[in-house]
């Protein structure tokens, strides 16, 4: 079993930035990626950010520029900088984790979320 714990989150003015981290702990073994998604309010879980502990990092288009992604493999950690924050960025945050186990069979494990609100 896995355990992801995000922090971070909190109430941040347009503009403003953030910083999540994400931290896992448990059975961990040939992690492939570690990676960020979003769900705002009514809508669907969207992706965000993953990186691969070569450190190959890939975002998706609208958050290109202001939110950087990185990892300490030896903590097994993830953060996500978040810059020039607007009120679109306002969701849940959740991190997920991706491991190959076994003739390839994948193990996913995802954590409870972290609150960010960009308002004024």
């Known amino acids: 079993q896995v355990q992801l714990v995000e922090s971070g989150g909190g109430l941040v003015l347009p503009g403003g930035s953030l910083r999540l981290s994400c931290a896992a702990s448990?059975?961990?073994?040939?992690?492939?990626?570690m990676a960020w998604y979003r769900q705002a309010p009514g809508k669907q879980r969207e992706y965000v950010a993953a990186?691969?502990?070569?450190?190959?990092?890939n975002y998706a288009d609208s958050v290109k520029g202001r939110l950087a992604i990185s990892t300490d493999n030896a903590k097994n950690t993830v953060w996500l900088q978040m810059n020039s924050l607007k009120r679109e960025d306002t969701a849940v945050y959740y991190c997920?984790?991706?491991?190959?186990?076994?003739?390839?069979?994948?193990?996913?494990?995802w954590g409870q979320g972290t609150q960010v609100t960009v308002s004024s």
């Open positions: 997920s984790i991706l491991m190959s186990g076994p003739k390839n069979i994948p193990y996913d494990y």
């Open positions: 448990g059975s961990i073994f040939n992690i492939d990626h």
């Open positions: 990186i691969s502990p070569a450190g190959t990092t």
